[in-house]
């Protein structure tokens, strides 16, 4: 060992850094060639690279185990058996940029080792050039794969790895390619779950449509089935493993020519579906008629949730009828347009009578365009129906007049209702009068400029009062016990308090007094609360139990149960913001936000 080697094994690595540059600028040294000084470089180089691994190991999230890293990674990627590149079965966004696997190999040696040490980090492939297709591939192993492809037709890469794949995305963007999917598709796919076809840009119109055999075999094993505007040729196959489907503008066929035939009959061979979503409907041939003896009906045991959204509601309501749904389903119908709501109007019973005999709760918003319609219960089953009239000129009060004839709820204790329209209070107490125990009411008030309240908006609690008040044991809702009314209206003249001691101090002569009545004004104000108790006076002598001003509770919203979240339902597709349902919150069964009905 040489001198200079015993020296440099004896200093410190500080001093051999400190002396490192008054050595290269000594005269008396000069490099031999180009090479040595390259290979000089390259040293300097090495050294580097470790001191700055050191550097980088000290900060705490990179003493982080690899084990923990790799499962940070996987679950930044994707929460879900969806994947980043693929963000709805409806509407496709493309991964822009660069891809965010990539980013994490060039933050550190750290993290790039536990990136390329994680097959399943690359298994959820955007086929959006050659390139990044080989890379995933070859990081991936022998993972199962999630690939996207658009037009072209990777016809070799699919048989190349079809043992592997467990998920297939196709966008179609012209109507071109609608005509090579079923080929495309031709091959055995022993570990698919998961297949979704989208077709953009509008879907060509045949004389007739094909029923195609998938994958070579007439038994699937598909867990996830999604399909969108695929035009003229629909799946053939039996999907008895289908746990998820969501079906988009599908074209019946020659059997079933409308669309809710089709799904029907489409339903026959999915026996364990659970989540359903339909989007599209535009068939109502037979909402206005009685139902025919040779419509198909579908039973399906193990549905969770039935979802069905942007629809025609005649044609909606025809598919919710021609069902047989299981205890414990969720209902959850909405952005539905009808061109008046007589149209949407069933002449025979939408749900089951066991699922109808579980709600115990009523919630209705009306006006002269829209409708909400709520029923819930102490089970998980409930139902949501959001439908909106096309004309304003047809309101709601003749779709509600005859709720009991498509929805009998003869189990409803509770009735919350929020509309302008006069007649459909009096006329859905007429309808639970039997079982209503608890009515809750918005009164919607127009105040004008020191006129107090418009006569409009007095007649729905004059006629609310009037039928409550009522000597007929058949529509004056005899086991009423409690009354809430709500109001945004600071004039206390809203309550109309000479009918409501009217109607108060008949019932008590009737024997069926009034136990509780309980007045929400929305407003926190001493002029208001003073005004709203001088009004409440007069009644409380004719009230068996308490009266109650409640300033102030009504800002809070008039929201659905958690129960209607069905997280599950977007386990394999992650629904833009216009299709996911509106689902408003609220811990109270307030009814105050109705002006703010969409």
């Not at 003249?493 to 019932?507: H, K």
Request: glycine share 4%; charged share 20%.
């Amino acid at each position: 060992m040489s001198s200079d080697d015993m020296l440099a094994d004896a200093s410190p690595f500080p001093t051999l850094v400190a002396a490192l540059l008054p050595a290269f600028e000594r005269n008396d040294w000069r490099a031999g060639s180009h090479q040595e000084l390259s290979d000089i470089e390259g040293a300097i180089c090495g050294v580097l690279l470790r001191l700055r691994a050191r550097l980088n190991a000290i900060p705490i999230i990179n003493r982080i185990p690899p084990e923990i890293l790799q499962y940070i990674f996987e679950t930044t990627c994707s929460d879900k058996d969806s994947y980043s590149g693929y963000a709805s079965c409806v509407v496709r966004e493309k991964t822009s940029g660069w891809p965010f696997q990539l980013t994490l190999t060039h933050v550190c040696r750290t993290w790039r080792d536990a990136a390329l040490g994680t097959p399943t980090l690359w298994t959820r492939i955007d086929y959006l050039n050659d390139r990044l297709l080989e890379l995933f591939l070859s990081r991936s192993g022998a993972a199962a794969l999630s690939l996207h492809i658009e037009k072209q037709r990777p016809d070799a890469l699919l048989q190349t790895q079809v043992d592997r794949l467990k998920r297939l995305d196709v966008t179609l963007t012209d109507r071109a390619d609608r005509t090579f999917v079923p080929t495309l598709l031709q091959f055995r796919a022993p570990a698919l779950e998961c297949l979704t076809i989208l077709g953009r840009n509008g879907c060509p119109s045949p004389p007739e449509t094909v029923s195609v055999v998938l994958f070579e075999e007439q038994v699937s094993s598909l867990k996830a089935l999604a399909l969108d505007h695929i035009g003229w040729w629909t799946p053939g196959n039996v999907f008895p493993c289908l746990t998820h489907l969501h079906l988009s503008s599908i074209v019946g066929n020659a059997d079933a020519p409308d669309e809710v035939s089709y799904l029907t009959m489409f339903f026959a061979n999915t026996p364990a579906l659970q989540y359903v979503h339909v989007e599209g409907i535009t068939s109502g041939a037979l909402a206005a008629g009685r139902p025919k003896h040779d419509e198909w009906r579908a039973s399906l045991p193990s549905l969770r949730a039935l979802t069905c959204s942007r629809s025609y509601a005649p044609g909606a309501l025809h598919l919710l009828s021609s069902l047989e749904l299981p205890l414990g389903v969720v209902v959850r119908m909405y952005g539905l347009t009808c061109m008046t709501p007589t149209s949407a109007v069933r002449p025979n019973v939408l749900l089951p009578p066991s699922i109808l005999s579980t709600f115990t709760h009523l919630d209705i918003r009306a006006n002269d365009s829209d409708l909400e319609v709520i029923m819930d219960g102490p089970t998980s089953s409930c139902v949501w129906l959001q439908m909106s009239a096309m004309h304003r000129y047809g309101i709601w009060e003749g779709w509600l007049a005859q709720l009991s004839t498509m929805l009998p709820l003869p189990s409803v204790r509770s009735l919350r209702a929020a509309t302008d329209l006069p007649n459909v209070v009096p006329n859905l107490c007429s309808q639970l009068n039997a079982s209503l125990v608890e009515l809750s009411v918005y009164l919607k008030a127009e105040e004008r400029d020191g006129l107090g309240v418009s006569d409009l908006a007095e007649d729905v609690p004059r006629r609310v009062y009037a039928a409550l008040a009522g000597d007929d044991p058949s529509t004056c809702v005899p086991y009423l016990e409690s009354l809430k009314l709500e109001t945004f209206c600071t004039d206390a003249t809203v309550l109309r308090s000479p009918d409501l001691v009217s109607m108060a101090a008949i019932r008590a002569q009737q024997g069926r007094p009034l136990r509780s009545l309980v007045v929400d004004t929305g407003n926190r104000s001493a002029h208001c609360s003073d005004s709203f108790s001088r009004e409440l006076a007069s009644v409380r002598k004719h009230v068996a139990g308490s009266v109650e001003l409640r300033p102030g509770a009504a800002h809070s919203h008039f929201g659905l149960p958690d129960k209607f979240e069905v997280a599950e339902a977007e386990r394999w597709w992650d629904l833009p913001d216009d299709i996911k349902p509106r689902l408003r919150k609220s811990q109270s069964t307030s009814l105050s936000d109705f002006e703010d009905v969409d």
